[in-house]
């Protein structure tokens, strides 16, 4: 069995790329991201764009989106479903707590919680300051976030399969999982594993979702020369107070 590093922004590399789409339970709704580059205003962003979803949607729309993503086997897998498509698409390989692109954007976005990958506040609040370094005056971020809940103990060690497009057995399983409401965070060993004719993969990696409470981020947010337009649900509607699923719309301060 293959171990690896437990460095965030190496988890989505290797047999992890290769079964996110086949495994995946969740799509974003791609016209929820065109409403808001359409209101916001293009240039914009998707950070963590992964494979592509809804990146390419936006782009078969006409939007002028570019995407950036810490793995580089994630991205290729864009760059291919692009080309099949007759999709034009510009990705960056960089990680969201380190942007630097020659450009800066109306709007910067991400599809989903992802923002939740980043292990901690220091690294959350670098991601924040990258995101304004990156934001016209005037421009506006969408941060999704979520707060996690204990998975009960009936699904740990159930395993979730997939058929991959070339007839590869892929299958996936939390082995185990500890929370800490400290630090706010919920540490998981997950596994992936692929079986073809070629033999068979087995891979354990640690997944870590870190949570914040809605005065929390608020700060870290304010702090990075950002304000808090609006928090509202999956729905649209408002917030009042922490919630399991806040969407945090954020504009950009102008300088002095």
Same mark, same amino acid.
């Given at each position: 069995?293959?171990?690896?590093?437990?460095?965030?922004?190496?988890?989505?590399?290797?047999?992890?790329?290769?079964? #996110?789409?086949?495994?995946?339970?969740?799509?974003?709704?791609? +016209?929820? #991201?065109?409403?808001?580059?359409?209101?916001?205003?293009?240039? @914009?962003?998707?950070?963590?764009?992964?494979?592509?979803?809804?990146?390419?949607?936006?782009?078969?729309? =006409?939007?002028?989106?570019?995407?950036?993503?810490?793995?580089?086997?994630?991205?290729? $897998?864009?760059?291919?479903?692009?080309?099949?498509?007759?999709?034009?698409?510009?990705?960056? &390989?960089?990680?969201?707590? @380190?942007?630097?692109?020659? !450009?800066?954007?109306?709007?910067?976005?991400?599809?989903?919680?992802?923002?939740?990958?980043?292990?901690?506040?220091?690294?959350? @609040?670098?991601?924040?300051?990258?995101? $304004?370094? &990156?934001l016209v005056d005037g421009g506006a971020a969408l941060i999704p976030l979520h707060i996690p809940s204990p998975t009960p103990a009936g699904q740990v =060690?159930?395993?979730?399969?997939?058929?991959?497009?070339?007839?590869?057995?892929?299958?996936?399983?939390?082995?185990? +999982?500890?929370?800490? +409401? &400290?630090?706010?965070?919920?540490?998981?060993?997950?596994? #992936? +594993?692929?079986?073809?004719?070629? =033999?068979?993969?087995?891979?354990?990696?640690?997944?870590?979702? &870190?949570?914040?409470?809605?005065?929390?981020?608020?700060?870290?947010?304010?702090?990075?020369?950002?304000?808090?337009?609006?928090?509202?649900?999956?729905?649209?509607?408002?917030?009042?107070?922490?919630?399991? #699923?806040?969407?945090? !719309?954020?504009?950009?301060? =102008? !300088?002095?």
């Amino acid at each position: 069995m293959n171990a690896h590093g437990s460095d965030p922004a190496d988890f989505y590399t290797g047999i992890v790329a290769e079964c #996110y789409a086949p495994l995946k339970s969740f799509s974003p709704d791609a +016209e929820v #991201y065109a409403a808001f580059v359409r209101e916001t205003g293009a240039p @914009a962003l998707e950070l963590g764009c992964g494979d592509g979803d809804p990146l390419l949607a936006l782009r078969r729309r =006409g939007l002028d989106v570019e995407g950036v993503d810490s793995s580089a086997d994630m991205l290729e $897998r864009c760059r291919r479903r692009a080309e099949e498509a007759g999709v034009a698409v510009t990705v960056h &390989h960089q990680r969201m707590e @380190a942007l630097d692109l020659p !450009r800066r954007f109306q709007a910067v976005f991400l599809a989903g919680p992802t923002f939740n990958l980043l292990p901690d506040d220091g690294t959350a @609040a670098a991601a924040l300051r990258s995101i $304004r370094r &990156h934001l016209v005056d005037g421009g506006a971020a969408l941060i999704p976030l979520h707060i996690p809940s204990p998975t009960p103990a009936g699904q740990v =060690g159930k395993v979730r399969t997939a058929v991959a497009d070339d007839g590869v057995e892929l299958r996936f399983s939390l082995v185990s +999982e500890e929370r800490d +409401e &400290h630090l706010r965070t919920q540490s998981a060993l997950v596994r #992936y +594993e692929r079986h073809g004719d070629d =033999g068979s993969t087995v891979v354990e990696r640690p997944w870590v979702l &870190h949570w914040y409470t809605r005065s929390g981020f608020e700060e870290l947010a304010a702090a990075a020369g950002l304000v808090t337009v609006s928090v509202t649900d999956g729905n649209g509607n408002a917030v009042e107070g922490d919630a399991a #699923y806040m969407v945090f !719309r954020l504009g950009a301060e =102008g !300088r002095c």
